[in-house]
């Protein structure tokens, strides 16, 4: 499991460009089963992504097809975490 974590680099107004862009990426992922959530940070200066499903270097791979990052709009972080303790209603995403 994976937190990617993204940082504008930008103006908010260029963000705001390539939003709908960057939707429809999150939306393919979360069809393809890989994204768990995604949200904005508050302060909105970025925004987080629980990724599984997927190997490191999946990760990697996919964040290249993020719009933000084809137009240099975000940095990523990408964190693995292994869960060791979670509510039994999150078993689904975690016991693999």
Known sequence: M???ALTY???MQEIERFLDEHIKFLDEQYSQ??????????PRTGGVILAH????AEVEELIKLDPFYQH???D???TEVIP???AKE???FVEK
């Open 2 to 4: 994976f937190i990617i």
């Open 9 to 11: 680099k930008k103006e």
């Open 33 to 42: 089963n890989r994204f768990i959530f995604s949200g904005r940070k508050n």
């Open 53 to 56: 499903n997927a190997t490191r």
């Open 72 to 74: 240099a709009l975000a």
């Open 76 to 78: 990523y972080e990408i």
């Open 84 to 86: 060791t303790k979670y």
């Open 90 to 92: 999150f078993a689904y």
